[in-house]
Structure formats: structure tokens, C-alpha cells
């Protein structure tokens, strides 16, 4: 089992930056591949970014290649999403969710990630 908390969100206008941590507790941290998903209003849930267990393989959705960056650093049992140039579009709940298959390279599927965070809003004014 593992607890996983968001921080970070907030409004921002357009064309401003933000920093998405997810803070994990409970079983090892480097044993799960991590993910970003989000959700806007009235919409369905979807695939941001995703990184693998040790950070060496990284993958993002095509709207947000170039603007988005995941990390983590598993010393302090925290994925990070830093969000630059962003946009009205990028409105939404982000969720973190973590993968106990640690050495899978399937990122984007929201049915094979274990655990999620609760969400942070992030608003991003015209």
C-alpha cells in the first residue's frame, strides 16, 4: 500500500508556471512507476505524463511535449510535474497514481496504475 499526496496547484495566468509534487508514504518509493493524469470538467480522465521507476524513461501526451517535465527524486519519495507555458486548456484536477509493476514502459493506461492522489486544481486564466 501506498499514500500518495498532491501539492502545488493553484491559479496562474497564461503563459505562467507551476510545480506538481506528489508525495508518496508507505512501501518503497522506487518501486513504482509514477504517472500524471488529468481531469478537466465534463471531461474524462486522461494521461499527462509518466516516469519510470529510476527516471531513466520518461513519456508525455503530445499536448503538453515541450512544456511539461516530469521527475522524481526517490530519496525523498516525491514525483514532480513542472508545467511551463501554460495554457486555458491545461484547466483541470491533475491526479499522481502509482504502478507496482516497476519495470513496465506502459504509462498511459489509467487502469494499470495501483494508487492515486486525491488531486490538486490547477486553473489557468485567459
Known amino acids: 500500500q501506498v499514500q500518495l499526496v498532491e501539492s502545488g496547484g493553484g491559479l496562474v495566468q497564461a503563459g505562467g508556471s507551476l510545480r506538481l509534487s506528489c508525495a508518496a508514504s508507505?512501501?518503497?518509493?522506487?518501486?513504482?512507476?509514477m504517472g500524471w493524469f488529468r481531469q478537466a470538467p465534463g471531461k474524462e480522465r486522461e494521461f499527462v505524463a509518466g516516469?519510470?521507476?529510476?527516471?531513466?524513461?520518461?513519456y508525455y501526451t503530445d499536448s503538453v511535449k515541450g512544456r511539461f517535465t516530469i521527475s522524481r527524486d526517490n530519496a525523498k519519495n516525491t514525483a514532480y510535474l513542472q508545467m511551463d507555458s501554460l495554457k486555458p486548456e491545461d484547466t483541470a484536477v491533475y491526479y499522481c497514481?502509482?504502478?507496482?509493476?516497476?519495470?513496465?514502459?506502459?504509462?498511459?493506461?489509467?487502469?494499470?496504475?495501483?494508487?492515486w492522489g486525491q488531486g490538486t486544481q490547477v486553473t489557468v486564466s485567459s
Open positions: 516516469i519510470s521507476w529510476n527516471g531513466a524513461i520518461t
Open positions: 508507505g512501501r518503497t518509493f522506487s518501486n513504482y512507476l
Open positions: 497514481a502509482a504502478d507496482q509493476s516497476r519495470y513496465s514502459t506502459v504509462f498511459d493506461v489509467s487502469g494499470a496504475y495501483d494508487y
